[in-house]
């Protein structure tokens, strides 16, 4: 049960006893089956905002006021003052460790600062020596040093910024995957922190945030760095990639409870669905090989073995997500997880005909919104009918496009998918109050 | 205890913190103090984009080699420029070897491409920093001195075992911090 239920549960309590619905006993067992409720209170959450907003503000204002005035310096000069603000915010994290321990504010606050001293440094210590524009190591190095506070202090932030910045440090290569595949094992460093903090309740804004942040982080430095060797293969990495969202998002770690708290689950579930949208479409088979993202040189041998090992994990880990939720009847998800396995299947049937993918992708998108609309008229909710009716009318509508129909017809289409809407919400919505 | 060893574990990596700036600014310093100092002459940049904020952007005159198997080369490999000064006392480079050379100047730099039988350095030499509110006036100085057609602008650079610092950016023999100062006093 969420959290929030559970508070509106122990609010009541007292009035049901009062009225005599519950005695004082079955009260108590009640507490004592759900235990305490230990609520992050608005306060704490706003403090950790301000502290970390605070943080980032006057370590910005730090580097202006160095960098103002910075030509009078002499060399020595300004190498201390290089360094002494990263000293400054390692003497606040070291207080923050031995005398506010227990504070998520301070915790995160002091993490973050260090984080943006430590860039800081290295920056300043760039200009006074004239140190060349590189970019990528600059970053990269930064991002070592910062992501070891994660572990030490339990912070989130640090892990945010070294997941945007090696992203960033993997962009820089871009047309280079041999070493922007280096991402991933980069990322596996936040592994450990993002399962731990999915495993706490108590403050689910921070596993939302690492959700979303590895999610985008994700996204963009596969793009980055896979599926550059074998052109057309990203056919394949990116539904594997949503669908291990998708599967995580759905796993019992995780605790998050509202929808927008589920990143994972809902941009995995989007993602899905406009990939396997366009894939009920011929011309994204059709130009599959010449497309290989704007890289010109071909990379073969040695220097692709990255990519397909790093891509054939991904797609054995989809597979057992799959695998898994198959095993446990989850009928549900393991259908909308089924894209990869799809993508798989087209990928290797397009040599033989071209229409076997459209045919596929056009059946599952079929089968997929039916099932939810079904789905959602047996369990009486409106958001999985909505949800598949939506997907079904995407569907019709691209394909009615697709054809050389005329303008009346497709008019008319538009016409009886908005009325199916229509009905099929007055019908759902009687049923629910026929059941009150 | 566990308090005990995650100080412990916190200072040991505010320690690498400090300990990798350090090392930026010790071989920076030393390459400063003992190095070989050589006059390289910087390529006209596009007057007009010079400043990428608060830094000048550099081009070394000259930043290319012709070698005799173009093969033997590819983008994004380190190299080994060799240094050869010139009667004026500019230095400008004679040969890309991939072998470390010995009892030579050289510095090291990598492939930025490879093109009909020349090879083309991406060096260490890129920027020069400057104060941001300089940077107007030493714009106007740069453009002033590319109009009359003149490329005396050079840079000074220290170099130790083929790692390369810039000491100062000159114009028409001036430093440019200088050249801009008294171009503020007019």
Known sequence: MSKRAIKWLYQELPALVAKNILNQEAADRIKRYYGDVKSSSKIAVMLIIGGTLGALLIGLGIILLLAHNWEDLSRFTRTVLSIAPLVAGQGLVAWVLLKRPGSQAFTEGSATFLSLMVGASIALISQTYNIPGDTGTFILTWMLLIIPLTYIMNASLPAVIYLIGITAWSGTYWDDPAKAVLFWPLAAITIPHFIWALRREIYTLRSTMLSLVMVVCISFAASFSLGKTSPGSWVVIFPAIYATFYFLGWQKFNKITTNWQRPLRLIGAVGLFILAFQFTFRGSWQYLDRYAYGLKRNISGFGALPDHIITLAIITMVILLFYDNLKRKNWTIA?????????????????????????????????????????????????????????????????????????????????????????????????????? | ?????????????????????????????????????????????????????????????????????????????????????????????????????????????????????????DLPIDRYYMEEKAAPAAERVYRQRSRRNKQDAYVIVKIKDGFAVIEGLYIAGQRIEDAVKQDIEK
């Open chain 2, 1 to 121: 205890m566990k308090n005990r060893l995650i100080v412990g574990l916190f200072l040991a990596v505010c320690l690498i913190q400090v300990v990798t700036p350090l090392s930026m600014i010790i071989k920076r310093e030393n390459t400063l103090n003992n190095g070989q100092q050589f006059k390289f002459k910087t390529a006209p940049v596009d007057p007009y984009d010079a400043f990428r904020g608060r830094y000048v952007a550099l081009r070394i005159e000259n930043d290319y080699l012709p070698v005799a198997d173009q093969k033997e080369f590819i983008k994004g490999q380190t190299v080994y420029a060799l240094i050869n000064v010139d009667d004026q006392g500019f230095a400008a480079f004679t040969a890309a070897v991939t072998q470390r050379p010995k009892g030579k100047p050289y510095i090291k730099a990598k492939v930025r491409y490879v093109s009909q039988g020349k090879v083309y350095l």
């Open chain 1, 335 to 436: 259908l909308f997880g089924a894209v990869p396995g799809l993508a798989i299947l087209a990928y290797f049937l397009r040599e033989s005909s071209i229409f076997l993918p459209v045919i596929i992708f056009n059946v599952y998108l079929l089968a997929l919104s039916l099932s939810r609309i079904i789905l959602g008229a047996r369990n009486n909710s409106l958001a999985s009918i909505n949800s598949g009716m939506l997907m079904l009318a995407i569907l019709i509508i691209a394909r009615f496009f697709d054809s050389g129909i005329n303008f009346i017809l497709k008019g008319l289409v538009f016409i009886i998918v908005g009325i199916g809407f229509l009905v099929g919400n007055v019908i759902l919505a009687r049923r629910i109050g026929g059941a009150k």
